[in-house]
């Protein structure tokens, strides 16, 4: 199984059920990571009205992208798994698509970054109810605080769209 590592743990959670939760953070992991550079992305190469603003804005929300990275692969080790988090692992397994090089204008730049955001968020309240069906009350707490950030963020984003 991809990022599969049995590493000794005392977490009393039954090898399977730490396997498929270790698959599913895996998946988030790449996704928040992809997410993360898309974001970096957008924060380099947005031009417009509103840069400084949105320049800002792209920043902090990498930078808050970023400590979800470190908190998901940090639960996969502690599950006693392999975090599969490099730029090539998480480029390879992410579902997001990849970002258009010919968007550079603010407000259409903010539109592919909702986009974005907003498939992070279906996919991070679906890992919340698989954790929980699951029975793995950690995680989908894990995901529940990344929701929440998530959202907030979507929020923060689609002000600027909207009038």
């Known amino acids: 199984m991809k990022g599969i590592a049995s590493f000794t743990t005392a977490i009393d959670l039954p090898e399977r059920l730490r396997e498929r939760m270790i698959e599913l953070l895996n998946q988030q992991l790449a996704d928040t990571f992809d997410l993360y550079s898309q974001t970096k992305q957008a924060?380099?190469?947005?031009?417009?009205?509103?840069?400084?603003?949105?320049?800002?804005?792209?920043?902090?929300?990498?930078?808050?992208?970023?400590?979800?990275?470190?908190?998901?692969a940090e639960r996969i080790t502690a599950l006693g798994g392999m975090a599969t988090g490099t730029v090539r692992m998480a480029s390879a397994a992410?579902?997001?698509?990849?970002?258009?090089?010919?968007?550079?204008?603010?407000?259409?730049?903010?539109?592919?970054?909702?986009?974005r955001y907003g498939d992070v968020a279906a996919s991070t309240r679906e890992a919340i109810k698989i954790a929980a069906d699951a029975g793995d009350a950690d995680t989908a707490d894990l995901f529940t605080v990344q929701s929440?950030?998530?959202d907030k963020a979507l929020w923060f984003l689609q002000a600027h769209l909207q009038a």
Do not use: C, N, Y
């Open 43 to 72: 924060h380099w190469s947005v031009k417009g009205a509103q840069f400084m603003q949105l320049h800002l804005l792209f920043d902090k929300l990498a930078e808050e992208g970023f400590e979800s990275i470190d908190t998901i």
């Open 94 to 115: 992410s579902r997001l698509p990849e970002w258009p090089l010919d968007i550079v204008d603010s407000m259409p730049v903010v539109e592919e970054l909702v986009v």
């Open 148 to 150: 929440r950030a998530i």
